[in-house]
DNA sequence: ACCAAAAATTAGGCTTGCCTAAATCTAGAA
DNA sequence: TTCTAGATTTAGGCAAGCCTAATTTTTGGT
């Protein structure tokens, strides 16, 4: 068993990894709201435990047992955030803040029961992917609603749930996952994306079209 | 919000407070499984906190402000213990444990939701009570199993949570809470109490039928 | 190719909570 | 009343993780 912050360094390092090879400390240093000093001395905690290889001044990797542990934490994690919302009613912008502190005190008993309850979900509330028992993740092809030129539709797949804010306003405007989702026009130079959604019209930024995904109709 | 330890300790003097004044070190050294050195140490913490007081070689004794958060405590604790049995179909000799890491990580949404779903339960599954939102008790009077007479009646209240193989036992006799039991003879000598419960008959050991609380018929 | 700015690491400290060993206090038995 | 065994506290340390300040390495612009 690990210790809350190796669980929650191990998490952060699969979540960046996924966005482009080794891991630099300053990235780790923000997301985990640290000082980069501190990052410093975990990894090298971590390189010590074989968790990730850790080349100086060029960021961090993860091994293939620190993969392991990674996908644990967020199989727990994405399980947790799944149950909040379907079994007591969590609003799904309030789910990943509640996950982040119970993936660490869930056991496997727990775990198993929830997922029992739930029919073995494969995605989170933000439509996240949830790793299976063996760390086997499903991996869909998915772009970004802002790569969509006017005309394309699609489905709704995931959207990011790193600010609980966008989630609300996301909600709001009824973006959730498998909601179909139409490009009507896509304004050049990092203009707003104007998309049919449920009938209405909405004018979203170039940025927040970037957080989310969506995967080909059917 | 307090530290896990300190949540730790004010419960443990608590509980232990119920059974007769103030709390020795050693007690809450057993109790915690932590060394005596550790609880003096802890015991001057909660003293500068206010939320004990600590006579140096005579014990601590929880102050409101201690009571006050001792009891949040437990209400987290018992009221996880209660969905855990309730919503999830955990046995009645895991909750506690399960509990004992939740009840940390516990927000009070959370806590409301829970408390919702459930239907404001004011007994955890071992018949302990729920201490209310505003930190009221619901107090019964109580007697052991054990001091019944033969031939008397009761209804079984509360049953010791501390031992999961005791539990387990008892949960295979249909030793539960709100089950009407009757004394058929009380061995002398610190002998064994037979029972009659559920139309069957067992000799139980005195110190097994010290932790049954029970109370009166109706 | 150089040099300054940015990134990363090292050095030194702090807090929490635990431990063991040694010293001190308390209480019960003689 | 005294003395000793048991309980408690003090003293000194350790491990995790965090921090700031100082130093070193890398990198991008000229």
Redesign the pocket.
Known sequence: M?????E??LKAIYELQAEGGKV????L?ER??????????????LAKMKLVV??????VELTPAGEKIALEVIRHHRLVESYLAEALGVPWDKVHEEADQWEHVLSEEMEDLMDDKLGYPTSDPHGAPIPARDGTMPKADLRRLSELEAGETAVIAEVSDHDAELLRYLGELGIFPHVEVRVISSAPFEGPVTIRINGDEHALGREVAGYILVGSLR
Request: proline share 6%.
């Open positions: 690990q210790t809350k912050a190796v929650d360094y630099s400390t300053t990235s240093s985990l709201s640290v000082a980069p000093a501190s990052v410093t001395g975990m990894a090298k905690k850790h080349e100086p001044y060029q960021g």
